[in-house]
């Protein structure tokens, strides 16, 4: 037997007690492997984010740079060529004022997507200071708790529909009319969440050894409430698009002047039979932007959600 090329009569006394034999150095037949990012991984495992992501990207990039793209004013008004069919000039043709549809429906994007992004980021913040001292301050959560249940037992419609009549339509008067709608909701999922967290070892740790509320409620629960907040904003923005669409749809929203798709559709209900794609266009834009946007947050549930995680 040799030991590195010697045999067993070459070896010191030392080599053959093993003082002083190493293993030999192997060769390094594996390739070095890649770090691989949070965001990066999470798009690999779903594709559903991933597809929701491009999307959303895809929408949000047309809407900001929408002066560039399209071709006409959205709210020029030219009677020489209304209800023109699709052509090189006009994509989507042009509907009653003779109005580019291309351009409006371009425009209407910035508005529903300004609703939707701006609607989700003051109610989940709202919310979230709303749950937070709800659910760990026992005497204040009784009081909070009952206001939330009654906004939350009108319908929202309504209650946006009576917002909008008592101070008025503009884009400002929509985001906050939904945002109040939508904050009940996430005030009762984030309450839920701190409820059950204040019941954690490491929580009633942190109380034993003095820690105060505010120094609780920043390092040990706000972390743990981040991951169902952030999808429930997902589901926020989408549910705000549809319903500015629909009070955009029925008059009660942001002013017909203004290009939004449920504008864009309320002005083709009268000429459905003439030309159906005034509703078709901007209701397909809508739907796949929902879509993506729903994508997004039922992959981030799978992968934030141990029991929905899916095992690859």
Not at 41 to 60: C, D, E, H, P, Q
Not at 149 to 165: E, V
């Amino acid at each position: 037997m040799t030991v590195h090329g010697k045999t067993r009569r070459e070896l010191t006394a030392g080599e053959r007690k093993g003082e002083y034999i190493a293993a030999p150095d192997l060769p390094d037949v594996f390739p070095p492997q890649r770090r691989v990012g949070p965001l990066t991984g999470l798009l690999r495992r779903n594709k559903g984010v991933a597809l929701g992501l491009v999307i959303t990207a895809t929408m949000s990039l047309l809407a900001v740079f929408a002066p560039l793209i399209a071709q006409f004013d959205p709210a020029a008004i030219s009677p020489m060529t209304r209800l023109k069919p699709p052509s090189s000039a006009h994509f989507f043709g042009t509907d009653m004022l003779g109005r580019d549809i291309f351009s409006r429906v371009l425009y209407g994007a910035r508005v529903s997507l300004t609703v939707g992004f701006v609607v989700a980021l003051l109610s989940s913040v709202i919310g979230l200071v709303i749950g937070l001292v709800s659910g760990y301050f026992r005497l204040l959560d009784g009081v909070i708790m009952r206001v939330m249940d009654g906004l939350m037992s009108i319908p929202g419609i309504l209650l946006a529909i009576a917002m909008m009549a008592l101070v008025g339509g503009s884009l400002l008067t929509v985001i906050v009319a939904i945002t109040v709608v939508e904050i009940p909701r996430v005030a009762r999922l984030v309450r839920g969440v701190v409820l059950s967290i204040r019941e954690q070892a490491y929580v009633e740790a942190a109380i034993a050894v003095g820690s105060s509320s505010g120094k609780i409620l920043l390092r040990h629960v706000l972390p743990n409430t981040m991951a169902p907040l952030l999808v429930q904003a997902t589901y926020v923005c989408a549910a705000a698009m549809v319903l500015e669409s629909i009070l955009s749809f029925i008059g009660a929203g942001i002013p017909p002047s203004v290009p939004s798709w449920g504008n864009i559709m309320a002005d083709g209900r009268t000429l459905w039979q003439i030309k159906p794609t005034m509703i078709f266009i901007p209701a397909l834009c809508l739907s796949i932007t929902i879509l993506a946007i729903n994508l997004i947050g039922d992959g981030l549930r799978d992968e934030l959600d141990p029991r929905m995680a899916k095992k690859v």
